[in-house]
């Protein structure tokens, strides 16, 4: 089971913590940037950073369920938004904070970018989970 940590030593982080340990033999998952698209394709919240928020994290989960993982077994993230001042990425990081993702907490960086990779899109979020063993999961 990962271990999250913050060091007393450093600022209190606000939400996440500062360390993540895996011990060695855990299985992990490394996700593509979870993007806010249903599952047709179409764009979710064009204009809506909080709409495209709560996209990226339903995708995210559906990714990370079928291999057998969670939300709350993130051990790592990047959260993405097109931004150049900091408010849009607070907003983001509440949704981010209200989620399962915050159950870790995981270690996480906020990142303000000039563009993504599909027109319109506001956010991205890219993880990193542990995969429990069968028997941690049943038992």
């Known amino acids: 089971m990962a271990q999250h940590r913050t060091v007393p030593a450093l600022f209190p982080p606000p939400g996440y913590a500062h360390t993540a340990v895996v011990e060695a033999g855990e299985r992990l998952v490394f996700l593509a940037g979870g993007v806010p698209l249903d599952a047709s394709g179409g764009l979710v919240g064009p204009g809506d950073p909080v709409a495209q928020a709560h996209q990226v994290l339903a995708n995210l989960e559906t990714a990370l369920v079928s291999v057998g993982s969670s939300l ?3 051990v790592a993230s990047t959260v993405y938004v097109v931004a150049d001042r900091p408010g849009p990425l607070s ?3 509440d949704v981010v904070d209200a989620s399962a993702l915050h159950d870790g907490p995981h270690t996480s960086t906020l990142l303000g ?5 599909y027109t319109g899109q506001l956010v991205e979020i890219t993880v ?3 995969v429990p063993e069968p028997s941690a999961v049943e038992g």
């Open 72 to 74: 709350d077994r993130v």
């Open 128 to 130: 990193t989970a542990v």
């Open 113 to 117: 970018v000039t563009t993504l990779g």
């Open 91 to 93: 907003t983001v990081w």
